[in-house]
C-alpha cells in the first residue's frame, strides 16, 4: 500500500500560478499510474489530470489542458501538478490519487491522498 501526500495548496489571485506536489510513500515504482481530482463544494469529485510514473503520456481534463501540467520525479517519489492561468472556477480541494491504469474515472483510483485547498480569488 502507498500513502500520498499532497501539499502546495493555498489562496493565489486569478492569473497566478501555483505547484502542488504529493510525496508517495510505501509501494512506489514502475506500472502505476498517479492522478489529481479536485472537489468543489456540492460538486462531485473531478478528473484534472493523470501521469505514468514513467513520466510519459499524461492526460488533462479539457478544462485545464494547457493550463496545467503534470510530471513526477522518480528520484522522490513525487508528483506534480503545476497550476498556471488560475481561475476563480479552479477553486476546490485537489486529491492525489494511485492507479494501476491510465484513467480519468475516479473508481479506478485505489490510493487517495487526504487533500490540498487550492483557492483562487478573482
Known amino acids: 500500500q502507498v500513502q500520498l501526500v499532497e501539499s502546495g495548496g493555498g489562496l493565489v489571485q486569478a492569473g497566478d500560478s501555483l505547484r502542488l506536489s504529493c510525496a508517495a510513500s510505501g509501494s512506489t515504482g514502475s506500472g502505476y499510474v498517479f492522478g489529481w481530482f479536485r472537489q468543489a463544494p456540492g460538486t462531485q469529485r473531478e478528473f484534472v489530470a493523470a501521469i505514468p510514473w514513467s513520466g510519459r503520456n499524461p492526460i488533462y481534463a479539457d478544462s485545464v489542458n494547457g493550463r496545467f501540467i503534470i510530471s513526477s520525479d522518480n528520484a522522490k517519489d513525487t508528483v506534480y501538478l503545476q497550476m498556471n492561468t488560475l481561475k476563480p472556477e479552479d477553486t476546490a480541494v485537489y486529491y492525489c490519487?494511485?492507479?494501476?491504469?491510465?484513467?480519468?474515472?475516479?473508481?479506478?483510483?485505489?490510493?487517495w491522498g487526504q487533500g490540498t485547498q487550492v483557492t483562487v480569488s478573482s
Open positions: 490519487a494511485r492507479s494501476y491504469r491510465l484513467s480519468s474515472i475516479s473508481r479506478h483510483y485505489v490510493d
